[in-house]
């Protein structure tokens, strides 16, 4: 069952897709449609999930479930994934390459791919200060508090 996103839980479960392009204004209206019906007809072992999307910097598609009411089940979690899988399709878009990092440059979102992060490095366009996008959040609260953060304090700090 929809429910407005920030009605949600803080402790909601998060699945984050990142797209590899900006999305359109029309492509972002039809995702959020279409995400709601999906949304309204999404159950676990027969139970309706409190749901809710939301779409971030034309890139990022975030589905949310507050597991208070109804755990995710596997086949629940299946029929999502088919559900963006089949958008993909439709828009011509990828929501599932993970080889690629996103950052965040003046309220921009571009992606790099990972073999080429320590070249951007070298040439100054990342430094330690360039906000990069954690996609491995798990709930509400960490989308809210812990999703950006400067590039020194991830993973890529080893490159800087």
């Known amino acids: 069952m929809f429910v407005d996103f920030d ?18 204004a029309e492509e972002q209206n039809y995702i959020l449609e ?48 088919r559900f963006v899988k089949a958008l993909e399709t439709e828009l011509n878009v990828n929501f599932f390459d993970r080889t690629k990092v996103a950052f965040l440059d003046d309220g921009n979102v571009f992606l790099e791919s990972l073999n080429k992060i320590k070249n951007r490095i070298s040439e100054g366009i990342i430094s330690g200060d360039t906000l990069t996008f954690n996609n491995l959040i798990k709930n509400k609260a960490e989308l809210e508090e812990s999703w950006m953060v400067p590039a020194s304090e991830t993973w890529l700090s080893r490159y800087l």
């Open 7 to 24: 009605k949600m839980a803080r402790d909601s479960r998060v699945w984050l897709y990142q797209s590899d392009r900006d999305l359109t």
């Open 34 to 81: 279409q995400t709601e019906k999906f949304l309204n007809t999404w159950v676990a072992h027969g139970t309706n999930l409190n749901s809710s999307v939301k779409i971030f910097y034309k890139r990022f598609l975030v589905i949310l479930v507050d597991e208070k009411f109804a755990s995710v089940s596997g086949c629940s979690i299946d029929s999502s994934v």
